[in-house]
């Protein structure tokens, strides 16, 4: 298990950040890769698909290009350039790779007016714990979240299990989708998870909120993954407004 930490300073709040990732016992390598940065309030979480090297590949190259085009900007046409960019560089390792190449992609990113952004493209998750109120701030690009919100099949049919993985957007799509965002503010108290569907998948989201209100420790949290079968790569990072 690898466990990095950060602290930022962002308008008149502090933020502290942990951030970890674990392979899990389904996998022989970690093809989640993660970022947290040091110097500024940025962290980037992607999920590579599949095991091959173009799940490796679209996973490294996504959140290296991420990371490089949000160096000096973070607003709303910075952040879907940025995106943009990944999609263009994603597909290009893809021709050099059989098989699929592709990825999610999840970051928070603090702005110059001391809100933050999220980005989101693909299922990997951006959770916030405000005022004892738990909520999923984003919407997996899933065939199985399309079915269940326009009534196709109910949550628990057969058919949302079988769909749950099939992406409808994600690094590397031949469409080159745009992402979704989101800005929110920051208030003292705040607690914001970003995970990988090992994460989310393995743990209820009442185990999740549980952990947010409990200061549950990203090591911690990423134990249990393991506990409850470690069925994927799980990575997290909980961001603390103060």
């Known amino acids: 298990m690898e466990v990095t930490a950060a602290n930022w300073v962002l308008g008149q709040r502090l933020l502290s950040a942990t951030a970890g990732t674990v392979v899990g016992n389904r996998y022989p390598a970690n093809f989640d890769v993660l970022h947290l940065d040091a110097a500024r309030p940025l962290a980037v979480v992607a999920d590579g698909m599949g095991d091959g090297p173009g799940s490796a590949a679209a996973g490294r190259t996504a959140v290296e ?65 405000r005022d004892g109120v738990f909520e999923l701030l984003t919407s997996d690009h899933t065939a199985a ?60 989201d009442r185990r999740l909120a549980d952990a947010l209100a409990e200061r549950t420790t990203v090591a911690e949290l990423l134990a249990e993954t393991l506990d409850h079968g470690g069925d994927d790569n799980a990575t997290a990072v909980i961001v603390q407004v103060s």
Do not use: K
């Open 65 to 129: 290009v991420f990371v490089r085009e949000t160096a000096t900007a973070t607003g709303p046409a910075a952040l879907r350039a940025a995106v943009a960019g990944v999609q263009r560089a994603v597909r290009d390792a893809g021709r050099r790779i059989a098989g699929l190449t592709g990825c999610t992609l999840t970051a928070f990113a603090g702005d110059t007016d001391g809100s933050a952004w999220l980005v989101q493209l693909g299922d990997s998750r951006a959770y916030r714990l």
């Open 145 to 204: 979240w399309l079915g269940i919100l326009n009534g196709w099949y109910a949550a628990d049919s057969r058919e949302a299990f079988r769909e749950r993985h099939h992406l409808t957007r994600y690094a590397g799509h031949p469409g080159m989708p745009e992402p979704d965002l989101l800005n929110v503010s920051l208030r003292p108290g705040d607690r914001f998870l970003l995970c990988t569907d090992g994460v989310s998948d393995q743990l209820h």
